[in-house]
Every structure is written in C-alpha cells, then in structure tokens.
C-alpha cells in the first residue's frame, strides 16, 4: 500500500503539491488524475524518492522508498519510456537492470514474453517505436515481480490492442493482490480500466473515491423519468431537494436523487411510473465537472487540457 500524510512539495516559491494525504490500496487498479500541472508527476517521483518531499510523508508498505531493503522487488514503475540508452538491445536493457537490482537472468526472458517483446529482444532499443519503448518500461517495471507497480501515462503510443493488453495486464495484477497506481490524461481508457480515483487539482487532493461514486457526484449524473403525473411528482421531488428539468417530450431529468428515493416518493404518493433510468456521467465529464476550478493552462476555446 502507498500512503501519503501531508505531502508537501516546493519548488522556490512555487507549491507543486499541498498537503495530500490519501492511501493507495492494493487490490483495485487506482487512477491518478488531475488538469496539466496537477502535481501528479511530482507526487509520483517523490514516492519513488526521486524528488524529495518540503514536508508530509509518503511510504510503502510503511517505509520511505529510501529504506526499503530491495527495491525492485517491491517497487515497480514506468515514469519515462523512453529514458533508456538506445545504443543497448531490450535484452541487454533488461539484463543490466536486472544485475543491479540482484534478480535472475531468466526473469528478463520471462517479462520480455509478458510484454510481447521476445521476438525483438536482440534489436537495438534506438529503433524501438514509442509502443516499443513503452512495453519494454513496462517489462522493467516487472523485472523484480514487485507487489507494488506505478505506471505514469503506459498507454501512450500504443495501437488498440496494446491498449487492451495494458489494461488487461493491470487490471490482472491487481486481481492478484498488488497495488497498482496509473496516472493518465485518457479519460475513457481510465473508466474502463480503474475501480478507485484519486483527483487532484494545483496540487490539491478533489476527490479520493470509488470511480462509480466519483462520476455519481457530477451534475450530468441524473435519472430520467417518464410518469402520467409528472407535474405533481416534480413538485414533490423538488421538495424533497431534487432538481428536475423538465423536457418537452413531458419526461423528467432528476438530479440529487437517486432512482430509488425516487421510485419510494413516487409510490408513497401513488404517482405512476414508466420509466426510472439512471443516467450516469461519464469519466471525463465528472472530471471537467469537478476539477474545472483547478485547470491550470486554459486554451482560448475555453476547452481544458487534460493529463
């Protein structure tokens, strides 16, 4: 488990990230996302003891990543794909990695097939595309078969079915009991993928939650409602602290309850109903929804940029 209390991070008198504490569970592939300049890479490096924190904490199993007795074997993590040197093969690459953190050769070959790479293993890395380049972070990130992983932006360059396979891989070792943290600007790739969010903004934590509640809370989650007494039934939602728009087509959107507060007002007042569809937000509409104060670098169309 990842937990930060307070983590802090300064840069002069810039603050990157501001007090964040949240726990990130093994079990269930968490998503880390916030607008361009969130802090989320920088909360990331100091995890991994690669920036130190100006105040809080962040461990790993409880200890600083400093303090850990072997690294590799307990954290695994693809933050620059192509920070490599392109002169090795991906074998060499591996081995190179693998001697340093003490771990046995046939573990290279064994993550060389686990991310399709076995049958380039021998090319110069130089050549590699950026799919390339991010299976094969992906297959150091597992070298030492770590029961902690993060994973900043795995998907980029990757054609459709490497999307697929990536999203299988994590969702796969986190079913296996591992802590698996990913930060990405793809928002449907996300939903599809995480079962826990942790949002922030300008370096402060927005929501920490279950991804089904996160998108429950945006304004464009509602419930439709179709009755032959819509009018009444809107009055009596409305004072109950709903708020309905109503369409022309005489149906109701019904926002701040849920379809079964709905359904027990409708029946305790014997109003009809046919139909009570909740309509659920999508991932990267609650996300514009909720962080829409914390975008940091707005374009003049008024459109948000997302990573």
Do not use: E
């Given at each position: 488990m990842i937990t930060a209390r307070d983590l802090t991070k300064r840069y002069g008198e810039t603050t990157a990230v501001r007090g964040l504490s949240f726990d990130v569970k093994p079990g269930v592939v968490t998503g880390f996302l916030g607008p361009n300049g969130a802090g989320k890479s920088t909360t990331m490096r100091m995890i991994l003891g690669l920036d130190a924190p100006s105040g809080g904490s962040v461990t790993v199993d409880g200890k600083a990543y400093r303090d850990l007795p072997a690294p590799m074997r307990e954290v695994g993590a693809l933050l620059d794909a192509k920070a490599v040197q392109g002169a090795r093969t991906a074998y060499r690459h591996l081995r190179w990695v693998a001697q340093a953190g003490g771990i046995p050769r046939k573990r290279v070959e064994e993550?060389?097939?686990?991310?399709?790479?076995?049958?380039?293993?021998?090319?110069?890395?130089?050549?590699?595309?950026?799919?390339?380049?991010?299976?094969?972070?992906?297959?150091?990130?597992?070298?030492?078969?770590p029961p902690t992983l993060l994973f900043d932006e795995p998907v980029n360059g990757l054609d459709p079915e490497g999307i697929h396979w990536i999203r299988t891989l994590m969702q796969d070792l986190a079913a296996e009991g591992r802590t698996v943290f990913v930060s990405s600007h793809l928002m449907n790739e996300m939903e599809e993928t995480a079962g826990h969010v942790i949002v922030i903004g300008r370096g402060e934590l927005i929501a920490d939650t279950p991804i089904t509640d996160f998108t429950r809370r945006s304004a464009r989650s509602h419930v439709h409602v179709v009755s032959p007494s819509a009018t009444e039934l809107a009055e009596t939602l409305e004072r109950a602290g709903a708020e309905v728009t109503k369409l022309d087509d005489g149906s109701l959107d019904v926002a701040g309850l849920d379809a079964p507060e709905i359904g027990d007002l409708a029946l305790e007042r014997r109003f009809g109903l046919h139909e009570l569809t909740p309509v659920r937000a999508s991932l990267e509409a609650a996300f514009m929804d909720l962080t829409r104060d914390s975008v940091r670098y707005r374009s003049h169309s008024g459109m948000d940029g997302l990573t």
């Open positions: 993550v060389l097939g686990t991310v399709g790479l076995s049958d380039v293993a021998g090319k110069k890395v130089g050549t590699f595309s950026l799919g390339m380049y991010q299976r094969l972070g992906i297959a150091t990130a597992l070298l030492g078969d």
